[in-house]
């Protein structure tokens, strides 16, 4: 099975059919490797936008892809067929972080017909692999890292490549996978891309749940125990929400205590997480109506 070091190079456009703004792939690279992690072919190509006829200025400084060279370049589904073909079957495709799959993803639904999607067999998060192999080797690493700052912890030379070229930014991608490479370590982050829900379970954003009546929400979730005599209270007044928090008030069938119940609920792909509180009521304090009332300074 081959390797395919994948990266994109996407600027931002809007599309008017859509009535928002896309990020738009404007180059694809790759490298091919053997099992080894030899590079064996390379591959680049530069797509004309069919949102825009000017890439942003921020793009430009950042790649060195002017606008001119982006006209010039072919269709994203031309670009798309052509690298497929050059992939070929049987390859195991790393990108850098999984931001380019979300871009992938947000290319097949807006720009590219169901009959044209990258072909991606099965897939592995070549950031992920590299960061944790540096922190099992004493590099304290506490959020992700970009592909340069790593190569630059680790003393790998970027001379000669043109980083954020993507093409370019793959080479630099071999390298650091050559210093970590271990298939046998590699198979515990391989994901089977072929599997729809692959990219369902990518594309899926957790949401926090603000409606009571939600078909999600059952009664037993509402459900709060007293933590000073464990017995079930009744809940008292109706449900109200705020900052993620649906709150109520209890009142405890044996003890008699009042409390105020915080519930949370959090929809993932696979679960729904209920976090709960209790908390106390705070006192109110009784105005004395005889007291008298300080006169403002000014009116």
């Known amino acids: 099975m081959n390797i395919i070091i994948l990266d994109l190079e996407w600027d931002s456009a809007y599309s ?3 009535q928002k703004f896309i990020n738009q792939i404007i180059q694809i690279g790759a490298v091919k490797l053997d099992g080894d992690c030899n590079v064996i072919d390379t591959f680049s190509v530069t797509v004309k936008s069919a949102l825009s006829k000017k890439l942003t200025r921020r793009f430009i400084e950042l790649t060195g892809i002017t606008s001119d060279e982006m006209r010039n370049g072919v269709p994203l589904v031309n670009a798309v067929e052509s690298y497929n073909r050059w992939a070929g079957k049987d390859t195991l495709t790393m990108t850098w972080s999984t931001s380019d799959l979300y871009t992938i993803i947000e290319n097949c639904r807006f720009l590219l017909t169901p009959a044209t999607r990258f072909h991606i067999e099965k897939y592995a998060d ?16 506490k959020s992700q890292i970009s592909l340069s700052n790593a190569a630059e912890l680790l003393g790998i030379s970027a001379e000669g490549l043109e980083l954020h070229n993507a093409k370019d930014d793959c080479l630099l991608s071999v390298a650091l996978l050559k210093r970590f490479y271990s298939s046998e370590k590699m198979q515990n982050y391989i994901k089977d891309a072929a599997n729809p829900e692959f990219f369902r379970r990518l594309s899926f954003k957790s949401y926090t749940l603000s409606n009571i009546k939600d078909d999600k929400i059952k009664p037993e979730h509402l459900v709060f125990i007293c933590d000073k005599c464990n017995n079930t209270a009744k809940c008292v007044t109706g449900w109200k929400y705020r900052n993620g928090w649906f709150s109520a008030n209890f009142r405890c069938s044996e003890c008699k205590r009042m409390f105020i119940g915080r519930v949370s609920f959090k929809k993932t ?15 109110v304090e009784k105005k004395d109506e005889n007291a008298v009332q300080p006169v403002p300074e000014k009116v």
């Open 16 to 18: 008017v059919k859509n």
């Open 269 to 283: 792909f696979d679960d729904l997480i209920i976090k709960k509180k209790i908390v106390e009521p705070k006192a």
């Open 126 to 141: 070549l950031q992920s692999y590299v960061q944790n192999e540096m922190r099992s080797v004493g590099f304290e690493l």
